[in-house]
């Protein structure tokens, strides 16, 4: 059964930062994995899809890498801003399959 | 306006009651997916939809119903509510062949 583990649940930093979110998985035969924003009150929001074929995904100040055979991911932040808090979810689809396996998300905290 | 709306947004409920929530879509996707979120337990899939005639169980579908009245509308149903159905649930969309998925902001239940 696939479990995905983000440690540590929550982390507090000063603005500026840049910062490194970590993603675990347990069976690699993964299809894809996405990372997720979740702001309260306004559900989730998609920030990158890396495919199982891909090493990484880069959106503005956002990056995410993949290796598969180690069962990681890894979702970096540059210079992180206030506007950055949120809880960050990573999810694996597997093959063959529609779910989405969801970690529990870390909660981030940028202060000013 | 949103792509993906839900309602109720908020609702409390007596043990037994039946309730229907409701998400409708104007994204023009023929995928749609109901989650729910309990802390400490992330997100599982309870029904998903590949259009109007194909209805598919997820992870936890017991003591849910489902009805995709349009390609537009997908609502889950509980039949007799009880308190531990007492999550955050999200309705999400996807398009057939692209992977990402796109939530709407979520229904609160909560079942006394």
């Known amino acids: 059964k696939q479990e995905v583990t983000q440690i540590p649940a929550a982390l507090s930093v000063p603005e500026g930062e840049n910062l490194v979110l970590n993603c675990s998985f347990t069976?690699?035969?993964?299809?894809?994995l996405q990372w997720f924003r979740q702001d309260p009150g306004k559900g989730l929001t998609s920030l990158l899809l890396?495919?199982?074929?891909?090493r990484e995904q880069t959106s503005g100040r956002l990056n995410a890498s993949l290796d598969k055979s180690s069962g990681r991911s890894t979702l970096y932040i540059a210079a992180s801003q206030p506007g950055d808090s949120a809880t960050y979810l990573c999810a694996v689809r597997e093959g063959g399959s529609e779910k989405l396996v969801f970690g529990k998300g870390m909660k981030l905290t940028v202060n000013p | 306006d949103a792509d993906v709306t839900q309602t109720p947004r908020n609702r409390i409920t007596k043990t037994g009651k039946r309730i229907m929530l409701e998400c409708s879509q104007t994204?023009?996707?023929?995928?749609m997916y109901w989650y729910r979120q309990d802390p400490g337990l992330g997100l599982r899939l309870i029904y998903y939809s590949f259009d109007v005639k194909d209805i598919n169980k997820g992870e936890i579908s017991d003591g849910y119903s489902v009805s995709r009245q349009a390609q537009a509308k997908f609502s889950l149903s509980l039949e007799s509510a009880i308190p531990n159905q007492t999550a955050l649930y999200f309705c999400a969309t996807r398009k057939q062949g692209v992977d990402t998925q796109y939530f709407g902001p979520g229904t609160r239940l909560t079942v006394l």
């Open positions: 994204k023009g996707h023929d995928r």
């Open positions: 890396i495919q199982s074929s891909q």
């Open positions: 069976d690699s035969a993964i299809y894809n």
